[in-house]
């Protein structure tokens, strides 16, 4: 069952599952998701982590930060994990070996965009398939954090990373960040959403439908790294809300496949430039040589609103 | 606790979060726990801070913003009151003085040897508009 959470005050009661003294940067927005998504709900949580940040810095020897079960097995396993231990809970369930079985009980799996876009998203395809009852939260900082910051199929076009990077001969990444919520989208989960922790409400609303959802949900949540975004730890909230006031991060959530629905429009929509702006991976961009990719980033973002709205509009 | 060096460490490893069974930690107050000593909320961040959050009670509209962005699950909370900052696991990266709304904010960073009180006495005075 889902607590109502109307407001900040309410949401404030409740006992955290996370603990500090866990070792991601300061600033970081994925402990920012994961505290929201303990928050949102009191029914009891097996959750699962691929190998990345959120693993590394939250289960470092001989301390764990986690107050619910769970679990860190390799770079691709999260949904693998959590869809076995879904799978064995209903059987025990059915054969009535269950210590507690009307506890109410979620299962989550947490991976990094390295992690859900590249190395794990086969398995991640086939527990969707399958049909398990979870939801998978891929923290989607855009870049290979742990391992010193290199591209994934999730960094967008002009961010210097150490494996594409900026200088004389090239302007950073040169490829289009993967549509990952479209690809989750067309294997007809029963809800897949985008979200920004940022916008709380938003998101606590989504969480919370994706844990009710019975099936396999897919929620990507935009999560601003300091350290490889490169801006001032205090600046995560801040960026965050220019990332969805520029309709770089569109919010926004698919049912069956089907139905999209747009779940928040800015009043006043930024630039991309006012995005790019504000982060140490595109500087680069603001050369005379470089302008291009600034025009060619607007032009995808507004091609993209575009495509979500008439989505939208089409209810196809 | 015991430390134990990479080579004993046996593979595949449990860490417990509390030294007695808790059925559902979500009921359960942080202050009534019991907490095991490999649960990382009896491990200090402290040292990682140049600057600190400071606090003003005075000023502070308990809007919880601050509560519900902080990264180290260190603003405390109880009862929708926000009751203080918890220093042991504070990184001090200063979220919570950005998003805090009030004029002037109820939380400011000063430097990490600064005493709170001689902090508190210096605040500076509301801002007017276009200030
Ligand atoms: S400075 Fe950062 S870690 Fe410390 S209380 Fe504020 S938001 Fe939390
Ligand atoms: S953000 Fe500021 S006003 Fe709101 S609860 Fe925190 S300290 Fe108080």
Redo the contacts between chains.
């Keep these: 069952m889902s607590k109502t959470i109307k407001n900040l005050k309410q949401f404030s009661t409740a006992n955290e599952r996370f603990e500090g003294a866990h070792l991601l940067c300061p600033g970081c927005a994925h402990s920012m998701i994961v505290r929201e998504l303990m928050n949102c709900t009191e029914d009891n949580l097996v959750l699962s982590t691929n190998t990345g940040c959120l693993e590394v810095s939250t289960a470092v020897y001989p301390y764990t930060s986690w107050d619910s079960s769970w679990i860190h097995i390799g770079f691709e396993n999260a949904a693998t994990a959590v869809a076995g231990a879904e799978a064995m809970y209903n059987a025990k369930k059915r054969k009535g070996t269950l210590p507690n079985p009307d506890a109410p009980v979620k299962f989550v799996a947490f991976g990094g965009d390295g992690s859900t876009y590249d190395i794990g998203f086969q398995w991640l395809s086939g527990a969707v398939e399958r049909g398990h009852d979870f939801t998978y939260i891929c923290l989607d900082n855009e870049v290979y954090a742990n391992t010193g910051g290199q591209r994934s199929s999730s960094t967008p076009i002009g961010a210097s990373t150490t494996t594409s990077p900026a200088g004389r001969v090239s302007y950073g990444e040169k490829k289009m960040k993967k549509d990952i919520v479209g690809i989750m989208g067309a294997h007809g989960a029963p809800y897949v959403a985008q979200v920004a922790p940022n916008k709380w409400k938003d998101m606590v609303k989504k969480l919370q439908k994706s844990l009710e959802t019975e099936g396999p949900c897919f929620i990507n949540a935009m999560s601003a790294c300091t350290t490889e975004w490169k801006f001032d730890p205090k600046d995560t909230i801040s960026v965050s809300d220019v990332a969805v006031d520029s309709l770089v991060f569109p919010l926004y959530e698919i049912i069956d496949g089907k139905e999209l629905n747009i779940t928040y429009r800015p009043k006043n929509i930024l630039p991309v430039r006012d995005y790019l702006g504000i982060q140490g991976r595109f500087k680069h961009l603001f050369k005379p040589e470089n302008q291009h990719v600034i025009e060619q980033w607007q032009k995808d973002v507004d091609a993209r609103w575009e495509y979500l709205q008439r989505r939208e509009e089409a209810r196809v | 606790?015991q430390?134990v060096g990479w080579d004993e460490?046996s593979a595949g490893?449990i860490?417990?979060?509390?030294s007695q069974e808790?059925d559902?930690?979500?009921?359960?107050?942080?202050e009534d726990?019991p907490y095991a000593d490999?649960?990382?909320?009896?491990?200090?961040?402290a040292d990682?801070r140049v600057l600190k959050p400071v606090y003003n009670r005075d000023i502070c509209i308990?809007?919880?913003?601050c509560?519900?962005?902080?990264?180290?699950?260190?603003i405390i909370?109880?009862?929708?009151k926000?009751i203080g900052i918890?220093y042991?696991?504070?990184?001090?990266?200063?979220?919570c003085?950005?998003?805090c709304p009030t004029n002037p904010k109820s939380l400011l960073m000063f430097a990490e040897q600064d005493d709170n009180e001689e902090a508190l006495s210096q605040w500076p005075e509301k801002k007017k508009k276009g200030e």
């Design positions: 606790m430390k460490v490893t860490l417990d979060s509390f808790v559902n930690s979500a009921l359960v107050r942080p726990r490999t649960n990382s909320y009896t491990a200090s961040v990682w308990d809007c919880q913003n509560w519900v962005f902080c990264p180290d699950t260190s909370s109880r009862d929708k926000m918890d042991d696991h504070c990184k001090g990266c200063g979220v003085v950005e998003v």
